[in-house]
């Protein structure tokens, strides 16, 4: 018999949710389990609106699981009334599937919305939007979300469609052209009046740092995006979060005079390290993680800004050709650039002309919830 449970939000109750994709991810080569400890702390803090918890059994058998919320800040900001799922996993039947997203669709109507947008992140995280729909071919990098190919049709028959693709693009480091970078750069610093610093991360420096990403971000933040604009508050528990990923020779910041203009923040791609810890710290996953984190060869830049005044004026060639060489430095070999919105044409340009060609899509399904 198919049932599904809403899970209280605490750290008993939604373990058997953490627990279900390390069971249907167990013979696949290419998932990388979430640290379990982590992940629980994260599913326990407060959201932005109203949450639910939702896991399907098949019997005594956990066999799916799904996460519904409504972020109200950002409804505010975009002037909707629209929910979000996140987390779907699901064993290999389209009635576990249904189960799981009926009963998120029917919460999310219950609370007023009118659509429901997802898989999408929480709050200001903008990682892991979308299900993998194209590059199965290997494990995800940093903060990107991997699932098996049959998800999608999943969707598609539970009556969503397709809302927006995040695109994902690979390159070599050994084909980036360095030389033209090396002549074009230094004109551009020269003749629009910027310089490119790379971000050395320190306590007597960290609220000035804070205050400069949160006003380039501001600055730069193109309204329509489906994201919350993060504050001051939001960025600091952002590093918290993701401190130990830092990379000052990947993450550099632009200046115009004493004016922070950009930004790139790139991360090595720790997955390499996380897949050998299999979602545990003890007794031994520390240990994979001092023993690996100086052999990881690829990375992911995540995060480009540059604020309006200096848009296509050079400022992102050259804050992309401080990170090159500084990935360069420490023996990076490839960069994934994800993930790009598709309607984001400036960016997929940008990118594009990095010697980069798309490899890996994740797309974002909607939903209409007034029309049942």
């Known amino acids: 018999m198919i049932r599904v449970e809403i899970l209280e939000q605490n750290r008993t109750a939604l373990r058997p949710f953490v627990s279900l994709p390390f069971r249907l991810y167990k013979d696949d080569p290419n998932w990388v389990a979430p640290l379990i400890g982590e992940q629980l702390r994260s599913l326990c803090e407060n959201r932005e609106g109203p949450c639910r918890f939702f896991l399907v059994y098949d019997g005594e058998t956990p066999v799916a699981r799904v996460m519904a919320g409504i972020d109200e800040r950002l409804n505010e900001r975009l002037n909707r009334k629209c929910g979000y799922i996140s987390l779907f996993e699901c064993a290999q ?67 969503f469609t397709k809302h927006r693709d995040h695109l994902a693009y690979f390159m070599r480091m050994d084909e980036f052209d360095q030389r033209t970078m090396e002549e074009i750069v230094p004109r551009a610093k020269k003749r629009f009046g910027f310089r490119v610093e790379h971000v050395v991360w320190s306590k007597e420096n960290e609220e000035r740092i804070l205050q400069n990403a949160g006003r380039i971000i501001r600055e730069a933040f193109p309204p329509e995006w489906e994201w919350n604009v993060p504050t001051y508050g939001d960025l600091r528990r952002e590093v918290k979060r993701l401190k130990r990923f830092y990379c000052p020779e990947m993450t550099v910041m632009a200046f115009a005079e004493n004016r922070p203009i950009g930004l790139v923040v790139a991360f090595p791609d720790y997955n390499q390290v996380l897949k050998k810890m299999k979602g545990r710290v003890l007794p031994v996953g520390w240990m994979n993680y001092l023993l690996g984190r100086n052999k990881i060869h690829g990375a992911r830049c995540s995060m480009q800004f540059v604020v309006p005044e200096y848009q296509h004026k050079g400022v992102n060639t050259a804050m992309i ?48 919830l007034t029309e049942e």
Request: charged share 20%.
């Open 321 to 368: 050709y401080e990170a090159f060489l500084g990935a360069k430095s420490i023996g990076i070999q490839w960069v994934e650039g994800s993930t790009v919105d598709e309607t984001n044409i400036s960016s997929i340009a940008n990118t594009e002309k990095m010697a980069s060609h798309l490899y890996r899509i994740y797309r974002q399904y909607e939903k209409n």
């Open 93 to 159: 039947r389209a009635d576990y599937a249904r189960t799981a997203l009926d009963a998120a669709c029917a919460f999310l109507r219950e609370q007023g919305m009118d659509s429901v947008i997802g898989p999408s992140g929480m709050g200001v995280d903008d990682f892991g939007k979308g299900l993998l729909v194209q590059g199965f071919d290997g494990p995800p990098v940093l903060f990107n979300p991997y699932n098996p190919s049959y998800y999608g049709d999943y969707f598609e028959k539970c009556g």
